[in-house]
């Protein structure tokens, strides 16, 4: 008979399987500019970014080239016996399972980010506030509450862990596939990337650019993978 060890490790293979089977045929093939958030909830940092970074995504015309995706595993650790462990214990694991329920439950970017956004702004009074202004109670809830949530975390751990370069800290933000280390640079980085036919974004131009308001955080504040505390990084590049 076999071990549950083994019938977890099965199950995790499965899980991965069939989470990179799902992300591979809704992708397809696309010229926008591939961003990526790879973020855990509860980390102070990554909800600045959430909040004040990525939303300029979505408050001007950058959205119609970027085609983002928002990974919530973060720092968590897999252990052999497949336990997840969270930086921020098991708040932060429940709410990277909401978020990634909220994922399923939304394909559209450009509806589960403004969801995740109302949890990170409020991860105390969230469930009140965000489904009463979004909805999506029962499909997010039923989704959390069944091994679907599972499989979603293990396929974005698995995502996270297969990082190359390795993700040193959270935020980690990629521009098709490379590290983005200065985050006050994220509109300009994805304009400069995006080869494709159409027109560049209004934002693109110079002049918008140059009107774009400073960082609040003139330093890049991050969370270490490997610390049990907070740092702030002064030279990433």
Known sequence: MASSSS?????????????????????????????????????????????????KIFDSDLHTITDLKLVPFGNAHVSDNLTVTCQHGEEECKLNAIEACAIRTWPDPNVHYWFIRCIENDTTNWESSCFAQYGGEKAIKDCYSSDLSKILIFGYANQTLSLKPKHKYVPWVTVNSKPLYKLNDLVARVCKAYKGKASLPKICHSSALSKLPESKVMKLQVSYADEDFNYQAEDLN
Request: glycine share 4%.
């Open 7 to 55: 019938h977890r490790l099965v199950f995790f293979c499965l899980a991965c399987l069939l989470f990179t089977f799902s992300y591979n045929s809704v992708a397809g093939e696309s010229d926008k500019v591939k961003l990526n958030l790879y973020y855990e909830s509860l980390c102070p940092y990554c909800q600045s970014f959430i909040a004040d970074g990525l939303v």
